[in-house]
């Protein structure tokens, strides 16, 4: 890293500091876990005779189950019923303990699972593990307290089982249902379980994740139904050589769909990925905060799923702590429905509905409670990701934004390295999607297509984009790599960079909702950015206009100046409310800002010539952001002209109030005194 870099790092971290000091807690905490070795494989499905039955002993109630399925699978469940009554299991997790060997098949017949001897609260040593405990409450047990007290936090616990498939019997995942009754964390989890294969069955109803899969070299979630949990449908973490296929959740506190600290294969890698270590299609995720998130989803393949009516349809972030394989990267989403993703459940964290237990809460009823914050009416967000793809997906109908893209210095994920804080967001590609429209071709429109913080290098979008803020994007060649008229910035537009430190103040267990953040429901003059706005342009009408009144009103073509700069000060607001449309009003408003300042310097140069040239600096900055946002970014700059304009626009207020203020000297020169040729008043005008 070269002297300048360094300084303009240093530069960018004491910003995001200044700016605000909102650190995320860990939304996931697990024992610390590291990555498979890579040597495992995919399972692959195995559809002889089980090994093991697990049935309910109610023939009635079975009798019942199976009344509509086709004849054959009635009659097959109905002689494995039989069996399962003479040399069964009543519970799932008894068939589990009764794995003896690697390859085993486990047979779930149509029924409820509450599994009631898993449920107790821990008594004895199990009541007395030592082991420290999550933000949320819950002990972060090891490995070896999870074999010693295996239902402390799960109701199945599958833990150092090889090559395992539980499988249910019947037509469709909801015959089988394992229900936690909120009573447990988690209602499955697998826990070093190389090899495990899940297929055909529901599980629901948790205080963290339906089906949890960690530290696993190879696995598969076929047909599985998750809903209605605290946090996760799906939770799989540190885990390699994984599939899910044909799956579907709704109803959780995060997200549907989670491959977090997926195996980080590609660390290092361009976009030459020879192999993705988990493997995400013909699912759909509806109906949750998120439809998919990774914190730290590295090398994650997404393809032919369905993200749906969601608060956002899809995440991948390097946000909390405590992931490995952070940051985020190589995440690859092709041919995706993402769509609709307007829901916003904030409502019922205002409303106290989230404070209730969780049985009580009715999320069977479509309540769900937002664990984290995100910007409702938004398809896919990259919340400092490197590398991701996003190729030939259908984003449609969003009442915000299709895309949404910003770094993540590297502090608030725990690591405070100075070479690491600019480490995020650089070459995400978006390239020929179908944005704004269905399918099937009908018309449906994304507020905006691209929303930006402008902060990474070799990031870029399609040509064909239906607005953007910023207006100009780097567009992508035809090949990975070829990006033209990118950008090289280590810290993103200040006024986007406050408005996301202010909104991620939010907490779902103190009911804290971030005042002045849209995300959350405040409008107009509540927004940060319109305050920032509003804030800026009274000071510079007031300063401005002091100085105007106190040194130039002689000079007609500063006061033409000068009226322009206020037309300027109130588009610049009016253009803080239209951020989400794709329009050129703040373009505009720079542009007669950078004239109004530019004309002022002019006429003060030669009384007061560094005032003046620094005056003039500020015009000529002001309308090189004009460009930059209207025309083109300004290629490799570590810092984009706002932020230049900003830092030396702090400057220029406090020498405009101290020339303003100064007497005029009835002494300066004839040419001095001559407006049309400086500027300066004439002797007395100005008293």
Same mark, same amino acid.
């Not at 004895?124 to 047990?141: H, I, N, S, T």
């Not at 989890?189 to 529901?202: E, I, K, L, M, P």
């Not at 896919?380 to 993540?408: D, I, K, P, S, T």
């Not at 560094?610 to 004009?626: C, E």
């Given at each position: 890293?070269?002297?300048?870099?360094?300084?303009?790092?240093?530069?960018?971290?004491?910003?995001?500091?200044?700016?605000?000091?909102?650190?995320?807690?860990?939304?996931?905490?697990?024992?610390?876990?590291?990555?498979?070795?890579?040597?495992?494989?995919?399972?692959?499905?195995?559809?002889?005779?089980?090994?093991?039955?697990?049935?309910?002993?109610?023939?009635?109630?079975?009798?019942?189950?199976?009344?509509?399925?086709?004849?054959?699978?009635?009659?097959?469940?109905?002689?494995?019923?039989?069996?399962?009554?003479?040399?069964?299991?009543?519970? &799932?997790?008894?068939?589990?303990?009764?794995?003896?060997?690697?390859?085993?098949?486990?047979?779930?017949?149509? +029924?409820? /699972?509450?599994?009631?001897?898993?449920?107790?609260?821990?008594? =004895?040593?199990?009541?007395?593990?030592?082991?420290?405990?999550?933000?949320?409450?819950?002990?972060?047990?090891?490995?070896? %307290?999870?074999?010693?007290?295996?239902?402390?936090?799960?109701?199945?616990?599958?833990?150092?089982?090889?090559?395992?498939?539980?499988?249910?019997?019947?037509?469709?995942?909801?015959?089988?249902?394992?229900?936690?009754?909120?009573?447990?964390?988690?209602?499955?989890?697998?826990?070093?379980?190389?090899?495990?294969?899940?297929?055909?069955?529901?599980?629901?109803?948790?205080?963290?994740?339906?089906?949890?899969?960690?530290?696993?070299?190879?696995?598969?979630?076929?047909? *599985?139904?998750?809903?209605?949990?605290?946090?996760?449908?799906?939770?799989?973490?540190?885990?390699?050589?994984?599939?899910?296929?044909?799956?579907?959740? /709704?109803?959780?506190?995060?997200? $549907?769909?989670?491959?977090?600290?997926?195996?980080?294969?590609?660390?290092?890698?361009?976009?030459?990925?020879?192999?993705?270590?988990?493997? &995400?299609?013909?699912?759909?995720?509806?109906?949750?905060?998120?439809? /998919?998130?990774?914190?730290?989803?590295?090398?994650?393949?997404?393809?032919?799923?369905?993200?749906?009516?969601?608060?956002?349809?899809?995440?991948?972030?390097?946000?909390?702590?405590?992931?490995?394989?952070?940051? %985020?990267?190589?995440?690859?989403?092709?041919?995706?429905?993402?769509?609709?993703?307007?829901?916003?459940?904030?409502?019922?964290?205002?409303?106290?509905?989230?404070?209730?237990?969780?049985?009580?809460?009715? /999320?069977?009823? $479509?309540?769900?409670?937002? !664990?984290?914050?995100?910007?409702?009416?938004?398809?896919?967000?990259?919340?400092?990701?490197?590398?991701?793809?996003?190729?030939?997906?259908?984003?449609?109908?969003?009442?915000?934004?299709?895309?949404?893209?910003?770094?993540?210095?590297?502090?608030?994920?725990?690591?405070?390295?100075?070479?690491?804080?600019?480490?995020?967001?650089?070459?995400?590609?978006?390239?020929?999607?179908?944005?704004?429209?269905?399918?099937? +071709?009908?018309?449906?429109?994304?507020?905006?297509?691209?929303?930006?913080?402008?902060?990474?290098?070799?990031?870029?979008? !399609?040509?064909?984009?239906? $607005?953007?803020?910023?207006?100009?994007?780097?567009?992508?060649?035809?090949?990975?790599?070829?990006?033209?008229?990118?950008?090289?910035?280590?810290?993103?537009?200040?006024?986007?960079?406050?408005?996301?430190? *202010?909104?991620?103040?939010?907490?779902?267990?103190?009911?804290? #909702?971030?005042?002045?953040?849209?995300?959350?429901?405040?409008?107009?003059?509540?927004?940060?950015?319109?305050?920032?706005?509003?804030?800026?342009?009274?000071?510079?009408?007031?300063?401005?206009?002091?100085?105007?009144?106190?040194?130039?009103?002689?000079?007609?073509?500063?006061?033409?100046?000068?009226?322009?700069?206020?037309? =300027?000060?109130?588009?610049?607001?009016?253009?803080?409310?239209?951020? #989400?449309?794709?329009?050129?009003?703040?373009?505009?408003?720079?542009? #007669?800002? =950078?004239?109004?300042?530019?004309?002022?310097?002019?006429?003060?140069?030669?009384?007061?010539?560094?005032? $003046?040239?620094?005056?003039?600096?500020?015009?000529?900055?002001?309308?090189?952001?004009?460009?930059?946002?209207?025309?083109?970014? *300004?290629?490799?700059?570590?810092?984009?002209?706002?932020?230049?304009?900003?830092?030396?626009?702090?400057?220029?207020?406090?020498?405009?109030?101290?020339?303003?203020?100064?007497?005029?000297?009835?002494?300066?020169?004839?040419?001095?005194?001559?407006?049309?040729?400086?500027?300066?008043?004439?002797? =007395?005008?100005?008293?």
């Amino acid at each position: 890293m070269t002297w300048t870099r360094r300084i303009m790092t240093a530069l960018a971290v004491a910003a995001a500091l200044l700016l605000g000091t909102a650190t995320a807690a860990p939304a996931h905490e697990e024992r610390e876990v590291t990555f498979p070795d890579g040597t495992g494989s995919v399972p692959e499905y195995r559809d002889g005779p089980p090994d093991l039955l697990v049935c309910k002993d109610d023939s009635g109630d079975f009798q019942r189950r199976v009344a509509r399925f086709p004849d054959a699978l009635r009659a097959h469940n109905l002689r494995l019923h039989e069996r399962c009554l003479r040399d069964g299991y009543r519970h &799932i997790q008894q068939a589990v303990d009764a794995v003896d060997r690697p390859g085993m098949t486990i047979a779930v017949l149509p +029924g409820r /699972y509450e599994e009631e001897p898993s449920q107790p609260e821990p008594a =004895g040593e199990c009541a007395r593990l030592d082991a420290p405990r999550a933000a949320q409450g819950y002990q972060v047990l090891s490995y070896a %307290q999870q074999k010693q007290c295996p239902h402390n936090q799960n109701l199945v616990a599958i833990l150092g089982k090889r090559d395992l498939q539980i499988e249910g019997t019947g037509a469709g995942p909801l015959d089988v249902v394992v229900d936690a009754g909120y009573r447990k964390l988690n209602a499955v989890r697998a826990d070093g379980s190389d090899g495990v294969y899940f297929r055909n069955f529901t599980a629901q109803r948790t205080t963290f994740n339906a089906l949890y899969v960690l530290a696993v070299d190879g696995f598969v979630i076929d047909k *599985v139904l998750t809903r209605w949990n605290d946090e996760y449908g799906f939770l799989t973490f540190a885990s390699d050589h994984g599939l899910y296929r044909d799956c579907e959740s /709704y109803g959780n506190g995060d997200s $549907g769909i989670y491959p977090g600290s997926a195996s980080d294969i590609n660390d290092g890698r361009g976009y030459d990925v020879p192999r993705y270590s988990i493997e &995400i299609t013909g699912c759909r995720s509806h109906h949750n905060l998120l439809g /998919y998130s990774g914190t730290a989803g590295d090398s994650v393949w997404a393809h032919d799923n369905e993200f749906d009516h969601n608060m956002a349809g899809a995440s991948m972030d390097s946000v909390f702590p405590g992931h490995p394989g952070l940051p %985020q990267n190589h995440a690859r989403f092709e041919r995706n429905l993402i769509h609709s993703n307007n829901q916003n459940y904030y409502r019922y964290v205002v409303d106290g509905t989230c404070a209730k237990p969780p049985a009580e809460r009715g /999320y069977e009823r $479509g309540v769900v409670c937002p !664990q984290t914050s995100v910007p409702p009416g938004t398809g896919v967000m990259v919340a400092g990701g490197n590398w991701n793809v996003f190729e030939g997906n259908w984003v449609y109908g969003h009442q915000r934004a299709a895309f949404h893209l910003n770094a993540v210095p590297a502090y608030i994920r725990g690591d405070e390295s100075w070479s690491r804080q600019t480490d995020t967001s650089h070459h995400n590609r978006f390239h020929a999607n179908k944005l704004g429209t269905d399918r099937d +071709g009908k018309a449906a429109p994304n507020r905006v297509d691209v929303w930006w913080d402008g902060q990474g290098e070799g990031n870029c979008w !399609q040509d064909d984009t239906s $607005g953007s803020t910023p207006r100009t994007l780097p567009v992508c060649g035809e090949e990975p790599g070829a990006v033209s008229g990118g950008s090289h910035r280590i810290l993103g537009e200040p006024v986007k960079l406050a408005q996301l430190i *202010v909104c991620s103040d939010y907490s779902v267990g103190a009911r804290r #909702l971030p005042a002045g953040c849209d995300w959350y429901g405040a409008r107009g003059i509540e927004r940060v950015e319109v305050q920032t706005a509003l804030a800026i342009a009274g000071v510079l009408a007031l300063v401005g206009g002091l100085l105007w009144w106190r040194r130039l009103r002689g000079n007609r073509w500063v006061a033409v100046a000068t009226a322009l700069g206020a037309a =300027g000060l109130v588009l610049d607001v009016a253009g803080e409310t239209l951020s #989400l449309s794709a329009t050129i009003v703040p373009a505009l408003a720079l542009l #007669l800002l =950078g004239i109004w300042w530019t004309a002022t310097g002019l006429a003060l140069r030669t009384g007061s010539p560094a005032f $003046g040239w620094t005056t003039v600096a500020m015009g000529l900055l002001t309308l090189l952001d004009a460009f930059d946002q209207a025309v083109v970014m *300004v290629p490799w700059t570590p810092l984009g002209p706002a932020w230049l304009r900003g830092l030396l626009g702090l400057v220029w207020v406090v020498w405009a109030v101290v020339a303003a203020a100064r007497p005029v000297d009835a002494s300066r020169s004839a040419a001095t005194n001559d407006p049309d040729a400086t500027g300066a008043v004439r002797p =007395g005008a100005a008293s």
